[in-house]
């Protein structure tokens, strides 16, 4: 074979010539950064772009997702018009039906969710999905969801349409090339090799599918993903099936449809996937296929048959078996690595890549371009994850599960239940053997809710009440009454430590954290824009010591934030400390005199303010006590050495059963947290969400000496009444029963005005309580939420709710509705 020849260098190398790869190319372009050179080492889209079904829907489970697919579908429309070469994209809509009632409510409550973001859907009868589409029986179905600006693409003709639209603006696209290695200096990416010579690169992007993994392994990256089989059948000519005929999900039978030729192609997500390559991918895997797999494939011909009995004589033209890389959590991975600088990646698209590319090509571009994701997307964010997350045999078993979760039921807390326990806390026998129900977050086993001797330890999923609800109720009230005790040894925690750690720090918190020792202050980690990259509590050990308390779900992403804020030869070192401690939070109004029973330490409000962290004795054990609150009520999170975690639960078990000391899990906390109005990052704090529109400018020191990021920005919002027209409220239901879990929409006056972002009954107030995120054309003040009529639509129907500003419960005020 004739050599290739390379450049010897570009400004950016992108590994991957599928959809995702040339997407990236095709947007880098576009925006003007045209010194590209795209290395494929098979032909275009050989990998697993060639064989998808090309269906492109739009509604996912996460709102980021959804809007880069509302992206991709306005490119494909127009893509050939700007390149000459077709896409096969057609706006043919979809159909979802639901077989059950609980899936109906599901359809209602994504319908809602939808059109909150813009997407067109309408409901529709169990009649007129079948006048969409005839060839189906509709006997047992419930209704559905029609959906017209969904459509269908050719995979192949799309992805070298966009290689051709990277072209023509300069990129250079290379087939025949192999990436064999990855080099680096100082903790940065420098070029790769590649079979056919070395180019020298400033940035070199990661789309290489399932490859992606060992890619990444070339340079210490993780890039979490597993090969797993997936497949569809292609018929034989069916009458009545047509070019225009929408695309068919019946996610109740885990199956889709679409015309091809006259005839279907159907396919699904069966709820136990097959994992592939555990041993690597085998060389020259190019435009290849599996064995055909009737046996994994007989549960979704079943459903299939149900559906279009037709189908029982109809021949089948073709199997298509191809595997597809999927994550621990069925979202696709983007960003920038946290453990290799100019290194990004864009691969594990769980089998929505097709769809995803187009907007998932353009947030990658600008990411790259920016340095920073320029919207929320923490949901696909590569910082989601952590080094044991690539763990070949917890993957392998993991991807089993998330295939399937595309039409699993997404019940709200639905836990995933492969692969665990994966990261146990010191106290998990223990809390186990008093009856807890253990949920997952970044790994960790977490008690949700304690079941009560006798009872089964299983939540059992529903959209209305679960199963815990008393048991919650009683964790609620013994924390806003008398006193409880979470175990929250999951919470990330980053020790920053040197000479500069102070001003370093002060730059990259919004608050002061120039502080005296003992201070422990909340801040958000703001960007330029002035919205959250984080929040978190900061707890001056010494002069040149802090200790970050985060969210379980961020230490990788805020320890690279912070490290990649910290100026360049600073003396500053950041060092995850998160599995050397646990953390036990002892919350209620009791919590004090149960505290004293178990320590020398002064307990009062003078010698130990809110705000303010010791080391104490606790037993046996030296711990740090640190006067804080996510409940909203008295009480201290001790921060315990793990080999003593054991020792000071059982201390403190011992010394507060007089005082009815009890256990709480995750579901008690989130309710106790949402009644109080306490923002959660991730939820109501997003990157595009500034501490004024949150309610949290008292976090902010504007007056500190020094500069801050985000704080241009937020001096300017500051000044402009029109960023008040965005905010974050809290709405109370007016009926008890009804049962909120997030996601819903929230209309003022009946005009859809945004999002509950997150929801819980509200045990105190006896309704469920939500904090939303909601746009108005004016200034959005306490008035404002008096004089309008505020309501939620649950599943279809309206719920009036009161809205506030700041919450009305206050353990010092008048309860509004007081349980005592
Ligand atoms: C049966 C099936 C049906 C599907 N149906 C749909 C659907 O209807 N809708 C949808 O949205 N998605 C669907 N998908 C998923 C979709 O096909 C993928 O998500 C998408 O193709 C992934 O694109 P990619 O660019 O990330 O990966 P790929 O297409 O695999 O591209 C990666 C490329 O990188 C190259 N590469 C790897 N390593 C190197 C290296 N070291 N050097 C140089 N090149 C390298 C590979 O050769 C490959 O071409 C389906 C998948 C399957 C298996």
Same mark, same amino acid.
């Given at each position: 074979?004739?050599?290739?020849?390379?450049?010897?260098?570009?400004?950016?190398?992108?590994? *991957?010539?599928?959809?995702? *790869?040339?997407?990236?190319?095709?947007?880098?372009?576009?925006?003007?950064? /045209?010194?590209?050179?795209?290395?494929?080492?098979?032909?275009?889209?050989?990998?697993?772009?060639?064989?998808?079904?090309?269906?492109?829907?739009?509604?996912?489970?996460?709102?980021?997702?959804?809007?880069?697919?509302?992206?991709?579908?306005?490119?494909?429309?127009?893509?050939?018009?700007?390149?000459?070469?077709?896409?096969?994209?057609? %706006?043919?809509?979809?159909?979802?039906?639901?077989?059950?009632?609980?899936?109906?409510?599901?359809?209602?409550?994504?319908? #809602?969710?939808?059109?909150?973001?813009?997407?067109?859907?309408?409901?529709?009868?169990?009649?007129?999905?079948?006048?969409?589409?005839?060839?189906? %029986?509709?006997?047992?179905?419930?209704?559905?969801?029609?959906?017209?600006?969904?459509?269908?693409? +050719?995979?192949?003709?799309?992805?070298?349409?966009?290689?051709?639209?990277? @072209?023509?603006?300069? #990129?250079?696209?290379?087939?025949?090339?192999?990436?064999?290695?990855?080099?680096?200096?100082?903790? !940065?990416?420098?070029?790769?090799?590649?079979?056919?010579?070395?180019?020298? !690169?400033?940035?070199?992007?990661?789309?290489?599918?399932?490859?992606?993994?060992?890619?990444?392994?070339?340079?210490?990256?993780?890039?979490?993903?597993?090969?797993?089989?997936?497949?569809?059948?292609?018929?034989?000519?069916?009458?009545?099936?047509?070019?225009?005929?929408?695309?068919?999900?019946?996610?109740?039978?885990?199956?889709?449809?679409?015309?091809?030729?006259?005839?279907?192609?159907?396919?699904?997500?069966?709820?136990?996937? =097959?994992?592939?390559?555990?041993?690597?991918?085998?060389?020259?895997?190019?435009?290849?296929?599996?064995?055909?797999?009737?046996?994994?494939?007989?549960?979704?011909?079943?459903?299939?048959?149900?559906?279009?009995?037709?189908?029982?004589?109809?021949?089948?033209? =073709?199997?298509?078996? *191809?595997?597809?890389?999927?994550?621990?959590?069925?979202?696709?991975?983007?960003?920038?690595?946290?453990?290799?600088?100019?290194?990004?990646?864009?691969?594990?698209?769980?089998?929505?890549?097709?769809?995803?590319?187009?907007?998932?090509?353009?947030?990658?571009?600008?990411?790259?371009?920016?340095?920073?994701?320029?919207?929320?997307?923490?949901?696909?964010?590569?910082?989601?994850?952590? +080094?044991?997350?690539?763990?070949? /045999?917890?993957?392998?078993?993991?991807?089993?599960?998330? &295939?399937?979760?595309?039409?699993?039921?997404?019940?709200?807390?639905?836990?995933?239940?492969?692969?665990?326990?994966?990261?146990?806390?010191?106290?998990?026998?223990?809390?186990?053997?008093?009856?807890?129900?253990?949920?997952?977050?970044?790994?960790?086993?977490?008690?949700?809710?304690?079941?009560?001797?006798?009872?089964?330890?299983?939540?059992?999923?529903?959209?209305?009440? %679960?199963?815990?609800?008393?048991?919650?109720?009683?964790?609620?009230?013994? /924390?806003?009454?008398?006193?409880?005790?979470?175990?929250?040894?999951?919470?990330?925690?980053?020790?920053?430590?040197?000479?500069? #750690?102070?001003?370093?720090?002060?730059?990259?918190?919004?608050?002061?954290?120039?502080?005296?020792?003992? /201070?422990?202050?909340?801040?958000?980690? &703001? +960007?330029?824009?002035?919205?959250?990259?984080?929040?978190?509590?900061?707890?001056? @050990?010494?002069?040149?010591?802090?200790?970050?308390?985060?969210?379980?779900?961020?230490?990788?992403?805020?320890?690279?934030?912070?490290?990649?804020?910290?100026?360049?030869?600073?003396?500053?070192?950041?060092?995850?400390?998160?599995?050397?401690?646990?953390?036990?939070?002892?919350?209620?109004?009791?919590? @004090?005199?149960?505290?004293?029973?178990?320590?020398?330490?002064?307990?009062?409000?003078?010698?130990?303010?809110?705000?303010?962290?010791?080391?104490?004795?606790?037993?046996?054990?030296?711990?740090?006590?640190?006067?804080?609150?996510?409940?909203?009520?008295?009480?201290?999170?001790?921060?315990?050495?793990?080999?003593?975690?054991?020792?000071?639960?059982?201390?403190?078990?011992?010394?507060?059963?007089?005082?009815?000391?009890?256990?709480?899990?995750?579901?008690?906390?989130?309710?106790?947290?949402?009644?109080?109005?306490?923002?959660?990052?991730?939820?109501?704090?997003?990157?595009?969400?500034?501490?004024?529109?949150?309610?949290?400018?008292?976090?902010?020191?504007?007056?500190?000496?020094?500069?801050?990021?985000?704080?241009? !920005?937020?001096?300017? #919002?500051?000044?402009?009444?029109?960023?008040?027209?965005?905010?974050?409220?809290?709405?109370?239901?007016?009926?008890?029963?009804?049962?909120?879990?997030?996601?819903?929409?929230?209309?003022?006056?009946?005009?859809?005005?945004?999002?509950?972002?997150?929801?819980?009954?509200?045990?105190?107030?006896?309704?469920?309580?939500?904090?939303?995120?909601?746009?108005?054309?004016?200034?959005?003040?306490?008035?404002?939420?008096? +004089?309008?009529?505020?309501?939620?639509?649950?599943?279809?129907?309206?719920?009036?709710?009161?809205?506030?500003?700041?919450?009305?419960?206050?353990?010092?005020?008048?309860?509004?509705?007081?349980?005592?």
């Amino acid at each position: 074979m004739a050599k290739i020849n390379l450049p010897e260098r570009a400004q950016y190398v992108i590994v *991957g010539g599928g959809i995702v *790869g040339c997407s990236v190319a095709y947007h880098l372009a576009k925006m003007g950064h /045209t010194d590209i050179v795209l290395l494929e080492q098979g032909q275009l889209s050989c990998g697993t772009t060639w064989h998808a079904a090309g269906l492109v829907g739009q509604l996912r489970s996460q709102p980021a997702m959804t809007n880069l697919i509302k992206y991709s579908t306005e490119l494909y429309a127009q893509l050939e018009a700007e390149t000459g070469l077709a896409t096969g994209w057609k %706006q043919c809509g979809s159909v979802t039906v639901a077989r059950t009632d609980d899936r109906m409510t599901m359809l209602l409550r994504t319908a #809602a969710a939808a059109r909150a973001q813009g997407v067109e859907v309408e409901v529709i009868s169990p009649s007129e999905a079948q006048e969409k589409w005839p060839v189906m %029986q509709v006997d047992d179905v419930l209704g559905g969801l029609w959906m017209p600006s969904d459509g269908k693409a +050719n995979p192949t003709d799309l992805t070298q349409s966009l290689a051709k639209g990277a @072209r023509m603006r300069g #990129a250079k696209i290379i087939e025949g090339v192999q990436v064999t290695d990855v080099l680096t200096k100082d903790g !940065a990416v420098t070029g790769v090799v590649t079979d056919q010579g070395t180019i020298e !690169a400033q940035v070199v992007v990661n789309c290489a599918g399932q490859w992606a993994r060992s890619l990444g392994k070339m340079c210490g990256v993780n890039v979490p993903l597993h090969s797993a089989e997936h497949m569809y059948i292609v018929t034989e000519r069916i009458e009545g099936v047509n070019p225009d005929l929408p695309v068919l999900r019946d996610p109740d039978g885990y199956i889709y449809f679409k015309e091809e030729t006259g005839g279907l192609v159907m396919g699904g997500f069966e709820p136990q996937a =097959k994992p592939w390559a555990m041993d690597g991918i085998p060389d020259k895997f190019y435009f290849q296929l599996l064995p055909d797999d009737w046996e994994q494939f007989e549960i979704l011909l079943e459903n299939a048959l149900i559906r279009v009995p037709q189908m029982e004589h109809t021949g089948v033209r =073709k199997f298509y078996n *191809g595997p597809e890389s999927f994550t621990p959590d069925n979202n696709y991975l983007l960003g920038e690595a946290p453990e290799l600088k100019n290194f990004f990646v864009g691969a594990g698209f769980n089998s929505m890549g097709i769809a995803s590319a187009g907007g998932a090509g353009r947030a990658l571009a600008e990411w790259i371009v920016e340095g920073a994701a320029t919207s929320d997307l923490f949901a696909v964010d590569i910082r989601r994850f952590a +080094n044991f997350n690539n763990n070949p /045999t917890w993957l392998h078993d993991r991807v089993k599960e998330t &295939l399937g979760l595309h039409y699993a039921m997404p019940w709200p807390n639905r836990e995933l239940e492969t692969a665990r326990p994966f990261r146990r806390s010191a106290l998990f026998d223990r809390l186990a053997g008093k009856g807890a129900v253990f949920g997952s977050k970044m790994g960790w086993e977490r008690a949700n809710w304690f079941a009560n001797e006798g009872q089964k330890r299983e939540t059992e999923y529903s959209f209305g009440r %679960q199963n815990w609800h008393e048991n919650v109720a009683a964790e609620h009230k013994s /924390t806003r009454d008398g006193v409880s005790i979470f175990d929250q040894s999951s919470f990330a925690k980053l020790l920053v430590q040197g000479r500069d #750690a102070c001003a370093q720090l002060n730059r990259i918190c919004a608050a002061n954290v120039d502080v005296a020792v003992g /201070t422990t202050v909340y801040t958000g980690l &703001l +960007n330029e824009r002035g919205g959250f990259e984080s929040d978190l509590t900061v707890l001056r @050990r010494n002069e040149q010591e802090f200790l970050l308390i985060t969210g379980s779900a961020q230490p990788v992403h805020d320890a690279d934030w912070i490290r990649k804020n910290f100026s360049k030869d600073a003396h500053v070192f950041l060092t995850d400390v998160t599995s050397a401690w646990s953390v036990l939070a002892v919350m209620g109004p009791k919590s @004090r005199a149960v505290l004293r029973k178990v320590s020398k330490a002064n307990f009062s409000n003078a010698t130990f303010p809110f705000g303010s962290s010791q080391e104490i004795d606790l037993g046996y054990a030296t711990v740090i006590a640190n006067r804080m609150t996510y409940v909203g009520e008295l009480g201290w999170e001790l921060i315990v050495p793990v080999e003593f975690t054991v020792g000071v639960y059982e201390n403190l078990m011992r010394a507060g059963a007089e005082f009815g000391l009890r256990d709480a899990g995750y579901y008690a906390l989130d309710g106790l947290r949402i009644e109080k109005g306490y923002r959660a990052w991730g939820r109501e704090l997003t990157p595009d969400i500034t501490p004024l529109q949150a309610g949290l400018g008292f976090a902010v020191d504007f007056a500190k000496p020094d500069d801050f990021i985000g704080k241009a !920005a937020l001096l300017a #919002a500051k000044a402009d009444p029109a960023h008040f027209n965005t905010r974050i409220v809290q709405l109370v239901l007016e009926d008890g029963a009804a049962q909120l879990w997030g996601g819903e929409a929230v209309s003022c006056d009946g005009a859809e005005i945004g999002e509950v972002r997150s929801a819980a009954y509200g045990h105190t107030f006896g309704a469920s309580v939500a904090l939303c995120l909601i746009e108005a054309e004016e200034k959005i003040t306490a008035d404002f939420l008096k +004089n309008h009529r505020f309501q939620i639509d649950l599943a279809g129907v309206k719920y009036v709710a009161k809205a506030y500003l700041r919450t009305p419960y206050d353990p010092k005020n008048e309860r509004p509705k007081s349980e005592d």
